[in-house]
């Protein structure tokens, strides 16, 4: 049985070995291996609400990441946090979405199932997943209630055309720049 003591605080998430050092308040978990102990001080460490990848209770991967896209709305699997974006696909992927103000509807009201993302570089496990369920060699992923609508350039696209919008709505996601259109028509 594994006992260890962790500090932890309000900090980035870093491999195991450099996140010891870096925190400062002490939690015990007990009777698990290390890479459980990992996964879950990710989670007690989040400064900001975050969803992390765990296959505790699912022992197919590919499974557990068809249950994380069918759990929100809108999903993003990508390389950082909408916070931090980690590569510029990401990010732009983001913006995209902040534009759209779907990012700002989800921070107001956390308790909806309107949006979440996972960072693929948390986890080799999960990025291998995400990768096989849909098929798609790269990330961001981007899935819209379910069903997978593509990458960077694809969401781009949408958004340029005028058929994010269009999508968004049609599911019954309002978005922003609808709403700033309809004002300038008036």
């Known amino acids: 049985m594994l006992t260890r003591l962790v500090r932890v605080s309000a900090c980035a998430t870093f491999p195991w070995q450099r996140l010891v050092p ?22 007690s460490c989040s400064a900001t609400p975050k ?7 699912e022992t197919d991967p590919v499974k557990a990441v068809g249950d994380l896209v069918r759990s929100h709305r809108i999903v993003v699997f990508m390389k950082g946090n909408p916070d931090e974006p980690r590569c510029g696909f990401s ?12 990012l700002d509807q989800a ?6 199932n309107l949006f979440a993302s996972y ?13 096989a369920f849909a098929d798609w060699p790269t990330f961001p992923q981007v899935y819209f209630d379910g069903e997978f ?8 696209d949408m958004h340029r055309s005028g058929k994010l919008t269009e999508e968004l709505t049609n599911r019954g996601i309002s978005s922003s720049l609808k ?8």
């Open 149 to 156: 609508v593509g990458g960077c350039d694809i969401l781009l």
């Open 91 to 102: 990010n732009a992927v983001c913006r995209i979405l902040e534009m759209h103000g779907v």
């Open 22 to 43: 870096l925190c400062n308040r002490t939690i015990s978990i007990k009777g698990i291996d290390a890479r459980t102990i990992w996964r879950e001080t990710l989670i």
């Open 107 to 112: 921070k107001k009201d956390k308790e909806s």
């Open 179 to 186: 709403e700033q259109n309809n004002e300038k028509e008036q």
């Open 51 to 57: 969803r992390y990848y765990s296959d505790k209770t």
């Open 119 to 131: 960072d693929v570089l948390e986890s080799d496990e999960l990025r291998s997943a995400a990768k």
